[in-house]
């Protein structure tokens, strides 16, 4: 999978893919993400990319040109399987979501900063909006690596059998159980029993009684989809 992703702020996506999983995925070529500074595409010598809105009121906004020039730019490289805009007035974003976008071979992802992006790119460019939660950041490029990370896990090859998703929360709708690790006693405190006992199949079910359980008390809501 290839991802480019189009900001202001091309810095805050550094660390966020260059280190564990995510950086293991693109050592193995299976996943390749690029940055592109907005700037690159700016209207003028000021590097001006954004500008004050129509109407009155504080904060800038993207301008459409420099964002539609940069988009055009990189469609000419590839064709995308989805055009995202990351946004707190979109869909929130979760497991499911990333599941299909794990399916995908190209993505193009917009992150807005300070009002965010002009509507007629809106309009005429993304083809998907995520949020990443109801509460608002200063730019979309934290949500991006959100995204970005849930997504190239989930790509065939990314994972191996120690750290596959298959078990992580979310997939089935359920929260993951418990987990431990030694010592068996950590200052009184003792590890359930049947862990240590080496019978996969009852492990198997005290898991899934587990995680039952926690989803129940914690998120009702997940077992209602
Ligand atoms: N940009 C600012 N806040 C955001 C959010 N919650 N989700 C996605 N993009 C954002």
Request: proline fraction near 8%; charged fraction near 20%.
């Given at each position: 999978m290839h991802i480019d992703i189009i900001t202001v702020v091309p810095e805050l996506l550094e660390?966020?893919?260059?280190?564990s999983i995510m950086k293991r995925a693109q050592e193995k070529g299976i996943l390749t993400v690029q940055s592109h500074n907005l700037r690159k595409w700016a209207i003028n010598k000021h590097m001006q990319v954004d500008d004050y809105q129509f109407g009155g009121g504080a904060g800038m906004v993207l301008m459409p040109e420099p964002l539609a020039n940069a988009i055009d730019e990189l469609k000419k490289e590839r064709t995308y399987d989805e055009i995202i805009y990351m946004t707190p007035d979109g869909p929130r974003f979760n497991q499911q979501a990333a599941n299909q976008l794990s399916l995908k071979d190209n993505l193009l992802i917009i992150c807005g900063h300070?009002?965010?992006?002009?509507?007629r790119i809106r309009q005429q460019y993304i083809t998907m909006e995520i949020s990443v939660g109801d509460y608002v950041l200063s730019g979309g490029e934290l949500a991006a690596a959100i995204v970005v990370d849930a997504v190239g896990r989930l790509?065939?090859?990314?994972?191996n059998d120690e750290t596959?998703?298959?078990?992580?929360?979310?997939?089935?709708?359920l929260l993951a159980p418990p987990v431990y690790t030694r010592p068996a006693d950590f200052r009184g405190s003792k590890v359930p029993e049947i862990l240590t006992q080496g019978d996969p199949k009852k492990v198997e079910a005290w898991r899934y009684e587990q995680s039952l359980q926690r989803t129940k008390e914690r998120r009702p809501d997940l077992l209602d989809e």
């Open positions: 660390s966020p893919f260059s280190h300070y009002k965010g992006i002009d509507e790509i065939p090859g990314v994972l596959s998703a298959l078990f992580d929360s979310f997939q089935d709708n």
